[in-house]
Nanobody, 126 residues
Framework: QVQLVESGGGLVQAGGSLRLSCAAS????????MGWFRQAPGKEREFVAV????????RYADSVKGRFTISRDNAENTVYLQMNSLKPEDTAVYYC???????????????????WGQGTQVTVSS
């Protein structure tokens, strides 16, 4: 059974940092792009960041560019999201996802992902 399990969320003050992890099991995702998405209360889920299968390429939403860094450890089948300079508007449930297609660049649309984690809550207080 394929599972993506996020961890590392929590409550942090504005300006603080958190590091999210996404551990995959049931299959290897080392040949697939991996992404992070988030959903704030009352809003639709949105793209945050994506990393290519090799880790050599990444893309970010404009709202997090320069503050968040996505990385991966294919030997550990794990993806990370380092979040710095957090703002109250970063408050959301954060989801990791595995791309539907092997080796296809850095997809940003949710429809291009077919495995999702259960999410981890990030709350940033002002």
């Amino acid at each position: 059974q394929v599972q993506l399990v996020e961890s590392g969320g929590g409550l942090v003050q504005a300006g603080g940092s958190l590091r999210l992890s996404c551990a995959a099991s049931g299959r290897t995702f080392s040949n697939y792009p991996m992404g992070w998405f988030r959903q704030a209360p009352g809003k639709e889920r949105e793209f945050v960041a994506v990393i290519s299968w090799s880790g050599g390429w990444s893309r970010y939403a404009d709202s997090v560019k320069g503050r968040f860094t996505i990385s991966r450890d294919n030997a550990e089948n794990t993806v990370y999201l380092q979040m710095n300079s957090l703002k109250p508007e970063d408050t959301a449930v954060y989801y990791c996802a595995a791309a539907r297609t092997m080796g296809r660049g850095t997809p940003m649309r949710q429809s291009e992902y077919n495995y999702w984690g259960q999410g981890t809550q990030v709350t940033v207080s002002s």
